[in-house]
Protein backbone atom coordinates (compact mmCIF):
# COMPACT_ATOMS: atom_id res chain seq x y z
CA UNK A 1 0.00 0.00 0.00
CA UNK A 2 3.12 2.09 -0.11
CA UNK A 3 2.42 5.21 -2.28
CA UNK A 4 3.16 8.87 -2.00
CA UNK A 5 4.99 10.52 0.39
CA UNK A 6 2.86 11.61 3.47
CA UNK A 7 4.64 15.27 3.31
CA UNK A 8 6.05 16.34 0.73
CA UNK A 9 8.53 19.84 0.15
CA UNK A 10 7.23 22.54 -1.72
CA UNK A 11 9.47 23.68 -5.41
CA UNK A 12 9.98 26.89 -3.72
CA UNK A 13 11.87 24.98 -0.80
CA UNK A 14 14.02 22.90 -3.03
CA UNK A 15 17.25 25.11 -2.46
CA UNK A 16 17.19 25.90 -6.39
CA UNK A 17 14.92 29.52 -5.73
CA UNK A 18 17.05 32.27 -7.15
CA UNK A 19 18.17 35.30 -5.13
CA UNK A 20 15.52 38.17 -4.91
CA UNK A 21 16.97 39.69 -3.00
CA UNK A 22 14.72 39.86 -0.16
CA UNK A 23 15.82 42.18 2.94
CA UNK A 24 12.85 40.74 5.06
CA UNK A 25 12.08 37.19 5.77
CA UNK A 26 8.80 35.96 8.20
CA UNK A 27 8.92 32.52 9.95
CA UNK A 28 5.80 31.32 11.47
CA UNK A 29 5.92 28.41 14.65
CA UNK A 30 2.04 27.49 14.88
CA UNK A 31 1.08 24.95 18.04
CA UNK A 32 -1.82 23.89 19.58
CA UNK A 33 -1.12 25.84 22.51
CA UNK A 34 0.51 28.94 20.99
CA UNK A 35 2.18 30.82 17.83
CA UNK A 36 4.93 32.45 17.54
CA UNK A 37 6.35 34.72 14.22
CA UNK A 38 9.42 36.21 14.13
CA UNK A 39 10.59 38.81 10.91
CA UNK A 40 14.55 38.35 10.16
CA UNK A 41 16.10 41.65 8.65
CA UNK A 42 19.03 40.08 6.72
CA UNK A 43 20.65 43.39 6.33
CA UNK A 44 20.72 44.69 9.95
CA UNK A 45 20.85 40.84 11.80
CA UNK A 46 18.04 41.94 13.75
CA UNK A 47 15.09 40.02 15.00
CA UNK A 48 11.18 41.06 15.98
CA UNK A 49 8.73 38.30 17.40
CA UNK A 50 4.74 38.38 17.77
CA UNK A 51 2.96 36.05 19.54
CA UNK A 52 -0.55 34.46 18.76
CA UNK A 53 -2.82 31.48 20.45
CA UNK A 54 -3.20 28.60 18.88
CA UNK A 55 -2.40 27.81 15.68
CA UNK A 56 -3.01 23.53 15.71
CA UNK A 57 -6.25 23.07 13.51
CA UNK A 58 -7.21 19.75 14.94
CA UNK A 59 -7.12 22.13 18.01
CA UNK A 60 -9.05 25.33 16.98
CA UNK A 61 -10.56 24.58 13.65
CA UNK A 62 -8.81 26.97 10.55
CA UNK A 63 -10.73 29.84 10.70
CA UNK A 64 -9.44 30.14 14.03
CA UNK A 65 -6.25 28.67 13.54
CA UNK A 66 -5.75 31.07 10.71
CA UNK A 67 -6.51 34.20 12.66
CA UNK A 68 -3.71 32.93 15.39
CA UNK A 69 -1.31 33.10 12.59
CA UNK A 70 -2.23 36.41 11.20
CA UNK A 71 -2.20 38.07 14.70
CA UNK A 72 1.24 36.81 15.49
CA UNK A 73 2.91 37.71 11.98
CA UNK A 74 1.06 41.16 12.25
CA UNK A 75 2.73 41.65 15.45
CA UNK A 76 6.24 40.71 14.21
CA UNK A 77 5.95 42.78 11.07
CA UNK A 78 4.99 45.60 12.74
CA UNK A 79 7.67 44.98 15.40
CA UNK A 80 10.13 45.46 12.90
CA UNK A 81 8.58 48.63 11.67
CA UNK A 82 7.90 47.63 8.15
CA UNK A 83 4.97 47.18 5.78
CA UNK A 84 3.49 43.90 4.82
CA UNK A 85 4.65 44.23 1.13
CA UNK A 86 8.19 44.42 2.19
CA UNK A 87 8.59 40.70 3.52
CA UNK A 88 10.55 39.02 1.09
CA UNK A 89 9.36 35.70 1.69
CA UNK A 90 7.13 33.76 4.71
CA UNK A 91 7.30 29.89 5.87
CA UNK A 92 4.66 29.34 7.83
CA UNK A 93 5.48 25.66 9.81
CA UNK A 94 1.82 24.40 11.60
CA UNK A 95 0.97 21.61 13.59
CA UNK A 96 -1.69 19.20 13.01
CA UNK A 97 -2.23 16.22 10.90
CA UNK A 98 -3.07 18.40 7.89
CA UNK A 99 -2.58 22.00 6.90
CA UNK A 100 -4.27 22.04 3.42
CA UNK A 101 -7.60 24.01 4.93
CA UNK A 102 -5.10 26.32 6.83
CA UNK A 103 -3.22 27.36 3.45
CA UNK A 104 -7.11 27.64 1.63
CA UNK A 105 -8.39 29.37 4.41
CA UNK A 106 -4.86 31.80 4.32
CA UNK A 107 -5.33 32.58 0.55
CA UNK A 108 -9.30 33.29 0.65
CA UNK A 109 -7.91 36.14 3.39
CA UNK A 110 -4.31 37.41 1.78
CA UNK A 111 -2.81 36.90 -1.25
CA UNK A 112 0.68 37.56 -0.10
CA UNK A 113 2.15 34.11 -1.54
CA UNK A 114 2.69 33.13 2.05
CA UNK A 115 4.18 29.19 2.16
CA UNK A 116 2.28 26.89 4.42
CA UNK A 117 4.42 23.90 5.47
CA UNK A 118 3.79 21.08 7.72
CA UNK A 119 5.55 21.47 11.17
CA UNK A 120 7.68 18.94 10.73
CA UNK A 121 9.24 20.31 7.56
CA UNK A 122 10.14 23.34 9.80
CA UNK A 123 11.79 21.05 12.24
CA UNK A 124 14.01 19.13 9.86
CA UNK A 125 15.33 23.29 8.77
CA UNK A 126 16.55 23.52 12.12
CA UNK A 127 18.60 20.24 12.03
CA UNK A 128 21.19 21.18 8.98
CA UNK A 129 19.64 24.75 7.65
CA UNK A 130 17.73 22.80 5.21
CA UNK A 131 20.36 20.37 3.86
CA UNK A 132 20.00 16.22 3.77
CA UNK A 133 19.22 15.16 6.98
CA UNK A 134 16.60 13.80 9.25
CA UNK A 135 14.58 15.25 12.15
CA UNK A 136 12.80 13.21 14.90
CA UNK A 137 10.59 14.64 17.10
CA UNK A 138 9.84 13.39 20.69
CA UNK A 139 7.96 15.93 22.60
CA UNK A 140 4.58 15.22 23.41
CA UNK A 141 4.04 13.62 20.39
CA UNK A 142 6.48 12.02 18.46
CA UNK A 143 7.24 12.44 14.16
CA UNK A 144 9.73 11.76 12.15
CA UNK A 145 11.04 13.40 8.85
CA UNK A 146 14.11 13.70 6.26
CA UNK A 147 15.25 14.74 2.77
CA UNK A 148 17.80 13.15 0.83
CA UNK A 149 19.12 11.93 -2.60
CA UNK A 150 15.50 10.13 -3.26
CA UNK A 151 13.35 12.97 -1.75
CA UNK A 152 10.94 13.33 1.40
CA UNK A 153 9.11 10.84 4.09
CA UNK A 154 7.72 10.96 6.85
CA UNK A 155 6.70 8.26 9.25
CA UNK A 156 4.69 8.58 12.28
CA UNK A 157 2.75 11.25 13.45
CA UNK A 158 -0.42 9.21 13.94
CA UNK A 159 -0.96 11.47 17.32
CA UNK A 160 -1.60 9.80 21.09
CA UNK A 161 -4.59 7.20 19.85
CA UNK A 162 -2.81 5.62 16.82
CA UNK A 163 0.98 6.60 17.47
CA UNK A 164 3.36 8.95 19.05
CA UNK A 165 5.66 6.11 19.88
CA UNK A 166 8.64 7.13 22.27
CA UNK A 167 6.98 10.72 22.69
CA UNK A 168 6.70 11.98 26.14
CA UNK A 169 2.64 11.05 25.91
CA UNK A 170 3.96 7.23 25.24
CA UNK A 171 5.97 7.01 28.06
CA UNK A 172 3.72 8.72 30.63
CA UNK A 173 0.79 6.44 29.27
CA UNK A 174 3.20 3.16 29.37
CA UNK A 175 4.16 3.99 32.96
CA UNK A 176 0.68 4.54 34.09
CA UNK A 177 -0.01 0.82 32.61
CA UNK A 178 3.67 -0.54 34.29
CA UNK A 179 2.15 0.66 37.45
CA UNK A 180 -0.98 -1.26 36.94
CA UNK A 181 0.60 -4.37 35.58
CA UNK A 182 2.72 -4.27 38.82
CA UNK A 183 -0.34 -3.74 40.99
CA UNK A 184 -2.47 -6.54 39.68
CA UNK A 185 0.15 -8.64 39.54
CA UNK A 186 0.43 -8.94 35.65
CA UNK A 187 3.61 -7.36 35.54
CA UNK A 188 7.10 -6.69 36.78
CA UNK A 189 7.63 -4.93 40.41
CA UNK A 190 7.84 -1.21 39.78
CA UNK A 191 8.31 2.33 41.99
CA UNK A 192 6.16 3.91 38.86
CA UNK A 193 2.79 3.18 40.65
CA UNK A 194 4.37 5.16 43.75
CA UNK A 195 5.97 7.93 41.50
CA UNK A 196 3.05 8.20 39.65
CA UNK A 197 0.18 8.65 42.48
CA UNK A 198 3.01 11.31 44.05
CA UNK A 199 3.46 13.06 40.57
CA UNK A 200 -0.43 13.41 40.35
CA UNK A 201 -1.21 13.47 44.25
CA UNK A 202 -3.57 10.50 44.51
CA UNK A 203 -3.51 7.70 47.59
CA UNK A 204 -2.90 4.99 45.12
CA UNK A 205 -3.37 3.60 41.93
CA UNK A 206 -6.68 2.83 41.57
CA UNK A 207 -7.25 6.35 41.89
CA UNK A 208 -5.32 7.24 39.65
CA UNK A 209 -6.83 5.12 37.05
CA UNK A 210 -10.22 7.26 38.28
CA UNK A 211 -8.70 10.70 37.56
CA UNK A 212 -7.28 9.61 33.96
CA UNK A 213 -10.84 8.20 33.38
CA UNK A 214 -12.83 11.34 34.62
CA UNK A 215 -11.27 14.05 34.44
CA UNK A 216 -9.85 13.64 32.00
CA UNK A 217 -5.73 13.97 32.18
CA UNK A 218 -4.70 16.28 29.42
CA UNK A 219 -1.84 15.02 26.47
CA UNK A 220 0.76 17.52 28.01
CA UNK A 221 -0.21 16.33 31.91
CA UNK A 222 0.75 12.66 30.84
CA UNK A 223 3.73 13.36 28.81
CA UNK A 224 4.89 14.92 31.91
CA UNK A 225 4.59 11.63 33.88
CA UNK A 226 7.72 10.69 31.34
CA UNK A 227 9.95 13.27 33.30
CA UNK A 228 9.33 11.34 36.89
CA UNK A 229 10.23 7.93 34.42
CA UNK A 230 13.47 9.31 33.42
CA UNK A 231 14.53 9.55 36.57
CA UNK A 232 13.61 6.06 37.69
CA UNK A 233 15.25 4.69 34.95
CA UNK A 234 18.86 6.72 35.56
CA UNK A 235 18.51 5.48 39.17
CA UNK A 236 18.07 1.26 37.88
CA UNK A 237 14.14 0.85 37.68
CA UNK A 238 14.46 -2.30 35.31
CA UNK A 239 10.78 -1.54 34.32
CA UNK A 240 11.34 2.71 33.32
CA UNK A 241 14.14 1.13 31.70
CA UNK A 242 12.66 -1.17 29.26
CA UNK A 243 10.40 1.42 28.89
CA UNK A 244 12.45 3.95 26.92
CA UNK A 245 14.56 0.76 25.94
CA UNK A 246 10.80 0.03 24.06
CA UNK A 247 10.45 3.36 23.24
CA UNK A 248 13.58 3.64 21.54
CA UNK A 249 13.29 0.66 19.69
CA UNK A 250 9.96 1.91 18.00
CA UNK A 251 11.10 5.48 17.15
CA UNK A 252 14.45 4.54 16.12
CA UNK A 253 12.33 1.98 13.24
CA UNK A 254 10.75 5.03 12.26
CA UNK A 255 14.23 7.16 11.62
CA UNK A 256 15.96 4.17 9.91
CA UNK A 257 12.55 4.09 7.75
CA UNK A 258 12.93 7.44 6.78
CA UNK A 259 17.44 7.22 6.33
CA UNK A 260 15.93 4.06 3.92
CA UNK A 261 13.12 5.80 1.92
CA UNK A 262 14.85 8.76 1.36
CA UNK A 263 18.23 7.19 0.31
CA UNK A 264 20.40 8.58 2.86
CA UNK A 265 23.76 6.60 3.23
CA UNK A 266 27.01 7.46 5.13
CA UNK A 267 27.69 10.42 7.00
CA UNK A 268 24.56 12.58 7.44
CA UNK A 269 22.83 14.20 10.84
CA UNK A 270 19.81 12.74 12.79
CA UNK A 271 18.50 15.92 14.47
CA UNK A 272 16.47 14.90 17.84
CA UNK A 273 14.26 17.53 18.58
CA UNK A 274 11.83 17.63 22.07
CA UNK A 275 11.62 17.06 25.73
CA UNK A 276 12.04 13.46 25.26
CA UNK A 277 15.15 13.36 24.65
CA UNK A 278 16.17 15.51 28.17
CA UNK A 279 15.95 12.17 29.65
CA UNK A 280 19.67 11.70 28.38
CA UNK A 281 21.74 8.34 28.47
CA UNK A 282 19.10 5.83 28.73
CA UNK A 283 16.95 7.13 25.63
CA UNK A 284 20.03 8.29 23.68
CA UNK A 285 21.91 5.08 24.04
CA UNK A 286 19.37 2.69 22.88
CA UNK A 287 18.15 5.32 20.03
CA UNK A 288 21.94 5.20 18.80
CA UNK A 289 22.75 1.58 18.93
CA UNK A 290 19.12 1.25 17.47
CA UNK A 291 20.24 3.86 14.45
CA UNK A 292 23.86 2.15 13.91
CA UNK A 293 22.67 -0.90 12.78
CA UNK A 294 22.29 -0.11 9.91
CA UNK A 295 23.68 4.04 9.06
CA UNK A 296 26.33 3.24 11.45
CA UNK A 297 28.35 6.83 10.11
CA UNK A 298 24.43 8.71 10.86
CA UNK A 299 25.57 11.51 13.38
CA UNK A 300 22.81 11.97 16.29
CA UNK A 301 22.57 15.34 17.79
CA UNK A 302 20.19 17.54 19.86
CA UNK A 303 19.10 20.29 18.27
CA UNK A 304 18.25 23.21 20.33
CA UNK A 305 17.04 25.82 17.65
CA UNK A 306 13.59 27.35 18.38
CA UNK A 307 11.38 26.09 15.75
CA UNK A 308 10.75 29.34 14.64
CA UNK A 309 14.23 29.25 13.01
CA UNK A 310 13.33 26.67 10.83
CA UNK A 311 10.37 28.48 9.40
CA UNK A 312 12.73 31.75 8.72
CA UNK A 313 15.85 29.13 7.38
CA UNK A 314 13.23 27.80 4.54
CA UNK A 315 11.85 31.24 3.64
CA UNK A 316 15.42 32.10 3.71
CA UNK A 317 15.34 28.65 0.95
CA UNK A 318 12.42 30.21 -0.64
CA UNK A 319 14.06 33.72 -1.39
CA UNK A 320 17.46 31.93 -2.57
CA UNK A 321 18.65 33.67 -0.01
CA UNK A 322 20.30 31.17 2.57
CA UNK A 323 23.85 32.13 1.67
CA UNK A 324 23.06 35.63 3.60
CA UNK A 325 20.85 33.64 6.57
CA UNK A 326 23.31 33.24 9.44
CA UNK A 327 21.93 29.74 10.62
CA UNK A 328 24.52 28.86 12.91
CA UNK A 329 23.75 32.05 15.03
CA UNK A 330 19.94 32.12 14.65
CA UNK A 331 19.49 30.23 17.48
CA UNK A 332 21.12 32.81 20.30
CA UNK A 333 19.49 35.72 17.82
CA UNK A 334 15.79 34.04 18.80
CA UNK A 335 16.46 33.52 21.69
CA UNK A 336 17.79 37.10 22.62
CA UNK A 337 14.79 38.52 20.86
CA UNK A 338 12.02 36.22 23.56
CA UNK A 339 14.21 36.75 26.28
CA UNK A 340 13.85 40.44 25.23
Same mark, same amino acid.
Given at each position: ??????? &???????? #??????? $???????? @?? +?? &??? %????? =???????????????????????????????????????????????????????????????????????????????? %??? +?????? =?????????????????????????????????????????????????????? #???????????????????????????? #???? !???????????????????????????????????? =?? !? !????? &? @?? +??????????? %????????????????????????? +?????????? #?????????? $????????????????????
Amino acid at each position: MRGDPLV &TLPAELTG #SARDTGA $RYLLGVDG @GA +TK &TLA %AVLDL =QEGALHVGHGGPSNEDAVGAEQAVGALLRAADEAIAAAGIERAEVGSAVLAIAGTSTDSIAANLRRRRDDGWIVVNDVVG %AWA +TVDGGG =QAVAAIAGTGSNVFGVGPDGSWRTGGWGHLLGDEGSGFWLGIESIRAALADRDA #SGPPTRLGEVACAFFDVPDVEALVTLVY #SKPL !TKGEIAALAVETGRLADHGDEVALELYRRGAELLGS =QI !T !TVIAQ &T @GL +TGRFPVGLIGS %AFRAGEVFLGPLRDRIAESSPEAQM +TRVEMAPVGG #SLTLAALAAG $RQDKLDFRGLGGLIDAALAG
